[in-house]
């Protein structure tokens, strides 16, 4: 199995960025998706995820109203739009899938994910 995000960058604060993850050799239909991501000297936590039916979405608090997560099954890929970001938003993004196939909404513990990328940079500049 294989997720590799990218798409990240440098960008000014209010600027938009869209991160993508393209799986591969996973049961990608089955699968629920996270992104998460982690600053320097923090733990490592979930952004947005989505159901392995793309029904059930969640987004932390600190994210909610800017940032859109959807997925394409054409592509096997999960897509997450980052728009007026802020500094705070500064962290290598991951991407990651949900260990149990065909779960019911989204887990919202790390260790219920499997699979990870290898992060993409996001540096939003004040």
């Known amino acids: 199995v294989q997720l590799q995000a990218c798409g990240g960058g440098l960008v000014q604060a209010g600027g938009s960025l869209r991160l993508s993850c393209a799986a591969s050799?996973?049961?990608?239909?089955?699968?629920?998706m996270g992104w998460f991501r982690q600053a320097p000297g923090k733990e490592r936590e979930l952004v947005a995820g989505i159901s392995w039916n793309g029904i059930s979405m969640f987004y932390a608090a600190a994210v909610k109203g800017r940032f859109t997560i959807s997925r394409d099954y054409a592509k096997n890929a999960v897509y997450l739009q980052m728009d007026s970001l802020k500094p705070e938003d500064t962290a290598i993004y991951y991407c990651?899938?949900?260990?149990?196939?065909?779960?019911?909404?989204?887990?919202?513990?790390?260790?219920?994910?499997?699979?990870w990328g290898q992060g993409t940079q996001v540096t939003v500049s004040s």
């Open positions: 990651a899938a949900d260990k149990v196939p065909l779960r019911l909404g989204i887990p919202l513990s790390i260790y219920e994910f499997d699979y």
């Open positions: 050799g996973l049961a990608f239909r089955r699968s629920g």
